[in-house]
T-cell receptor, first 115, second 109 residues
Framework: NAGVTQTPKFRVLKTGQSMTLLCAQDMNHEYMYWYRQDPGMGLRLIHYSVGEGTTAKGEVPDGYNVSRLKKQNFLLGLESAAPSQTSVYFC??????????????FGPGTRLTVL | GDSVTQMEGPVTLSEEAFLTINCTYTATGYPSLFWYVQYPGEGLQLLLKATKADDKGSNKGFEATYRKETTSFHLEKGSVQVSDSAVYFCALGPYIPTFGRGTSLIVHP
């Protein structure tokens, strides 16, 4: 099992450019999440999905869009990148056990720099 | 809403010292509690968890007990190693997880 994979690992964008980050999991998890990690801020939830075809906003959704067309994939899009979106982005997935969140499995991260 | 408060770091220890990282939470109901660890340049991975009051989670010499009366889930290890240097995150369920801000641990030889 590859677990949770993220593509790309690194990316540099100019202000105003767009890009898509891809997350894939092979554990048949229902729930998937996108976080950003900034120094001193811990992990902040951007968007999440509770199943194929569903998405919901997290704590810091502005400037991002997501799609979950297939159960195993969760895409994070930046339509017009801004320097404030410079961060490390982590994808995660999890089971739900009797309606409760079980262990999350994280990808290795994507380091994004917006100039 | 749900929240998690962790002690601020960095925590700096010498090898073989005793470690405690405090974590307290605010939540309604009966959340599951987790400790995740993030090694440099990597994603988070589960260290241990507890799903009900008085449960003790343990892994790799680390332990934490779910204390409902004090709403705490403190992480402890009796003798830390240089390889334990990492960032530790406390988190709670029950649905969309809530994370603390993380505590950096630096262990010197």
């Amino acid at each position: 099992n590859a677990g949770v994979t993220q593509t790309p690992k690194f990316r540099v964008l100019k202000t105003g450019q767009s890009m898509t980050l891809l997350c894939a999991q092979d554990m048949n998890h229902e729930y998937m999440y996108w976080y950003r990690q900034d120094p001193g801020m811990g992990l902040r939830l951007i968007h999440y999905s509770v199943g194929e075809g569903t998405t919901a906003k997290g704590e810091v959704p502005d400037g991002y869009n997501v799609s979950r067309l297939k159960k195993q994939n969760f895409l994070l899009g930046l339509e017009s990148a801004a320097p404030s979106q410079t961060s490390v982005y982590f994808c995660a997935s999890s089971y739900q056990t009797s309606g409760y969140t079980d262990t999350q499995y994280f990808g290795p991260g994507t380091r994004l720099t917006v100039l | 809403g749900d929240s998690v408060t962790q002690m601020e770091g960095p925590v700096t220890l010498s090898e073989e010292a005793f470690l405690t990282i405090n974590c307290t939470y605010t939540a309604t109901g009966y959340p599951s509690l987790f400790w995740y660890v993030q090694y440099p340049g990597e994603g988070l991975q589960l260290l241990l968890k507890a799903t009900k009051a008085d449960d003790k989670g343990s892994n790799k010499g680390f332990e934490a007990t779910y204390r409902k009366e004090t709403t705490s889930f403190h992480l402890e290890k009796g003798s830390v190693q240089v390889s334990d240097s990492a960032v530790y995150f406390c988190a709670l369920g029950p649905y969309i997880p809530t994370f603390g801000r993380g505590t950096s641990l630096i262990v010197h030889p």
